[in-house]
């Protein structure tokens, strides 16, 4: 009964889980990109000339994606850690249903 539960706990550790989180980034970083990219083009014409550089405009368009998708998995994280009983990491594999 124990090696049933075994493998339910590490499937999550397969090649699947780990092209589903691949995928998952992708979708996430190109939303992010289009959110980044809308802001940027918004903000920029506002700013003074001589603070219109692009060189801070293309580091915020590459950068801001990526602290996102940082961000976002990071609230996945806390959000299964938060959805997951509290007693569940101290049992053992043969006390779960």
Excluded: H, Y
Excluded at 33 to 49: D, E, K, T, W, Y
Excluded at 85 to 92: I, K, M, Q, S
Aim: some cysteine.
């Amino acid at each position: 009964m124990s090696t049933k539960n075994d493998r339910r706990a590490k499937a999550r550790l397969g090649c699947g889980f780990l092209c589903v989180s691949a995928v998952l980034s992708c979708v996430f970083l190109a939303i992010n990109g289009l959110i980044v990219m809308n802001l940027v083009n918004a903000f920029l014409p506002m700013m003074r000339s001589d603070s219109q550089d692009q060189r801070m405009a293309q580091a915020i368009v590459f950068l801001g994606p990526l602290v996102l998708l940082l961000i976002e998995w990071w609230v996945c994280d806390v959000a299964i850690d938060w959805l997951r009983p509290a007693g569940a990491e101290r049992r053992g594999p043969e006390a779960r249903p």
